[in-house]
């Protein structure tokens, strides 16, 4: 608030109180006013926020006596006519003057207008600790962000889910309605002026700004602490939300949910939630990026001979990939779009591992027809050309 400001609102107004009302007076006038303004009980009205600044405002002034003394001689300096420019010349005394050399020492080493050496700075300084230029708005504070955990199924995980999280977080006192204050009626801190945060120099001719270490960077000091909340006007409460997680998540990725986590103070913003997910695996499939895997079990003659293959899919129909003649174990294949949902809507692919399947024992016909099949191919040596290598190296 700047000091033209100061001089000019008229703070026994704002509370609605005469100027000669008593202490006890004022704070009743106050308590009632924060009540019905508070930003937590008007949550989204813009008014009942400045009006709740404006009462703040006014009390940290009034309830104040020395801040009140010095409030009330300045108004009777200039209500009473002291000080008031007029037209150049004439006038019976009437001059000119600049209120920056009555507030910002534009009159220092001459004595400044009425003999005030540096100005009416010092008289406003006091009220506000920053050389009548300060401001005591408390401002809007931030909700916390919040970190869970939740797990999933393969299959949630692939296509999304919504799933319901109970949570933990620092929401305003309901004992005391968000204040701090048991009887709801704290004060600025006279140390931020209710900015919630304090400058320190670093050097250089620059200045870093830290939370304030007297009101924690609330910007408000309870004279009469809430029991439940210690005064910080903040209480442990736990609700359930359901929350959407996203098709294509993968296992440990961290999720950030805008807006979601703890409510904020004086009508600041909610925080951020952040969901970290874990999957659980699946007795088929497996993941590589946004592919999705399986092994799939051919026969001898379906590798050597080739044929058709059925391969299932994840919450899909099966789908049929051809084997060609002299498919080698371990070989993979690809079903386009039977993968894990992509960010962009898009599907990545099925990869599909072929695995030759030995039986354990071979009777009978088979066992006859694998014979014959020896001997017709007893000429032929798959391992020639590893002996060969090995040779040579």
């Known amino acids: 608030m700047s000091t033209k400001d100061f001089i000019e609102k008229d703070f026994y107004k704002v509370l609605g109180v005469p100027k000669d009302a008593t202490e006890a007076e004022i704070k009743k006038a106050y308590r009632k006013l924060a009540r019905e303004n508070h930003p937590d009980a008007n949550k989204g009205n813009a008014k009942a926020e400045e009006r709740f600044k404006e009462i703040s405002e006014a009390n940290d002034v009034l309830g104040d006596p020395k801040k009140r003394k010095e409030y009330d001689e300045a108004r009777a300096l200039f209500g009473n006519g002291g000080f008031r420019p007029g037209p ?17 020492g534009g009159a220092q080493g001459q004595g400044g207008a009425g003999g005030f050496g540096g100005g009416l700075g010092d008289v406003f300084g006091g009220l506000f600790n920053r050389g009548g230029t300060g401001t005591t708005r408390t401002q809007p504070r931030r909700g916390q962000d919040i970190d869970t955990e939740v797990t999933l199924s393969f299959t949630e995980a692939i296509e999304g889910a919504t799933v319901p999280l109970r949570m933990s977080s620092q929401s305003p006192c309901k004992a005391c309605a968000g204040t701090g204050d048991k009887n709801g009626t704290p004060r600025v801190c006279p140390t931020c002026v209710g900015t919630g945060q304090v400058a320190r120099g670093s050097g250089g001719g620059f200045s870093l700004t830290d939370p304030c270490p007297d009101c924690k960077g609330r910007g408000l000091i309870a004279e009469h602490p809430c029991m439940e909340c210690k005064g910080s006007g903040r209480a442990k409460s736990s609700r359930t939300m359901q929350v959407r997680i996203p098709a294509g998540v993968s296992d440990g990725q961290r999720i950030r949910l805008r807006g979601k986590g703890a409510p904020g103070e004086r009508g600041g913003p909610a925080g951020d939630l952040y969901v970290t997910v874990h999957v659980d695996a699946h007795p088929v499939f497996g993941r590589k990026d946004d592919n999705l895997t399986v092994t799939v079990p051919v026969t001898f003659t379906e590798a050597a001979l080739g044929g058709e293959v059925r391969v299932p899919t994840l919450g899909g129909p099966p789908v049929t990939l051809k084997l060609p003649p002299g498919t080698p174990n371990g070989r993979t294949m690809r079903a386009r779009g039977k993968g894990a949902v992509r960010k962009d809507g898009t599907r990545g692919d099925l990869l599909v591992t072929v695995e030759v399947s030995v039986p354990k024992d071979v009777t009978g016909k088979a066992r006859d027809a694998l ?22 190296a």
């Not at 150049?88 to 910002?104: V, Y």
């Not at 000429?379 to 040779?391: N, S, T, V, W």
């Open 88 to 104: 150049g010349g004439a006038g019976g005394g009437s001059f000119n003057f600049d209120l920056g050399d009555l507030f910002g």
């Open 371 to 392: 014979e014959a099949y020896r001997e017709a191919t007893a000429g032929e040596d798959p391992r020639a050309e590893l002996f060969q290598a090995a040779k040579g």
